[in-house]
């Protein structure tokens, strides 16, 4: 059965996609530790990370960044943390997360009853601040 990232790709479940190219797209989750937590995903179900040709590695990282730099411009957090944890989804995907201490890269913190408008206004503002960087690949 294909992953709910490759189902949210494919239009068959709704999704907070904010970035989308050839290769993969980037989203934001519906189970997020801070506002702005996005996750950037291949479009090629690869289960673990360290199967994934060096290519798609490179791209993915490359991405991270662009979404990383609107991410900090959107929610001026210290940093953006990365996480690459896999377990709940078996479908290679890298969280970046909005951080102002290690605490807030603490998964027991999701907040798993996410309100719909707040993901909807982070989506906005992320989407806003990968326009005002240049970024084409800004999906919605």
Not at 84 to 112: A, C, N, W, Y
């Amino acid at each position: 059965m294909a992953s709910v990232f490759t189902q949210i790709m494919a239009g068959q479940i709704p999704g907070r996609v904010v970035w989308q190219d050839s290769v993969c797209v980037a989203l934001l989750t519906n189970r997020p530790i801070r506002p702005g937590h996005a996750l950037v995903v291949p479009r090629q179900e690869i289960d673990h990370w360290i199967d994934m040709p060096a290519e798609l590695t490179e791209h993915l990282f490359r991405v991270s960044q662009a979404v990383g730099k609107a991410i900090q411009h959107a929610f001026t957090p210290t940093k953006v943390g990365v996480a690459i944890v896999g377990l709940e989804v078996k479908h290679t995907h890298i969280h970046l997360v909005p951080i102002d201490g290690p605490e807030d890269l603490d998964f027991s913190r999701q907040d798993m009853n996410a309100k719909a408008e707040d993901l909807d206004r982070a989506a906005v503002r992320l989407r806003a601040s990968l326009r005002k960087l240049g970024y084409a690949e800004v999906a919605g």
